[in-house]
């Protein structure tokens, strides 16, 4: 999955047409994910100078980045957020969450279906 197909379902799932502080709250959960890698990534190869080949394939995979990672992507994190914001009945609450939490999702199943490629199931 890439980041505008996920700012795309985000926006389709939890957007609504006419109130636009729920539409961008959407957006920004379904970016937010992905934000990390933006900023490690560009820390890495415009202020550090690091190859991008070396950041893609060494970098991305490393033990650090990869637990970075794995607190962007928590579905308890964005599982509790958006539990809390339907208990809360807050619109734009419910669409940042909600947003995030599908980003999830379709990642998850993404990388499985991969995987499953990869190894022939």
Not at 114 to 121: D, E, F, K, L, V
């Given at each position: 999955?890439?980041?505008?197909?996920?700012?795309?379902?985000?926006?389709?799932?939890?957007?609504?047409?006419?109130?636009?502080?729920?539409?961008?709250?959407?957006?920004?959960?379904?970016?937010?994910?992905?934000?990390?890698?933006?900023?490690?990534?560009?820390?890495?190869?415009?202020?550090?100078?690091?190859?991008?080949?070396?950041?893609?394939?060494?970098?991305?995979?490393?033990?650090?980045?990869?637990q970075v990672f794995a607190v962007d992507n928590s579905f308890v994190l964005?599982?509790?957020?958006?539990?809390?914001?339907?208990?809360g009945k807050k619109p734009a609450l419910i669409a940042f969450a909600g947003?995030?939490?599908?980003h999830l999702c379709l990642t998850f199943l993404c990388t499985i279906t991969?995987?499953?490629?990869?190894?022939?199931?």
């Open positions: 999955m890439n980041t505008p197909a996920h700012l795309i379902f985000g926006a389709v799932a939890f957007g609504k047409p006419g109130n636009p502080r729920v539409t961008t709250a959407a957006l920004i959960g379904a970016f937010l994910p992905d934000l990390s890698l933006y900023v490690m990534v560009a820390w890495s190869i415009w202020i550090r100078g690091i190859d991008p080949n070396i950041v893609f394939h060494q970098y991305y995979y490393s033990a650090e980045w990869q964005w599982g509790v957020l958006l539990a809390f914001a339907i208990w947003a995030g939490f599908v991969m995987h499953a490629c990869i190894s022939g199931r």
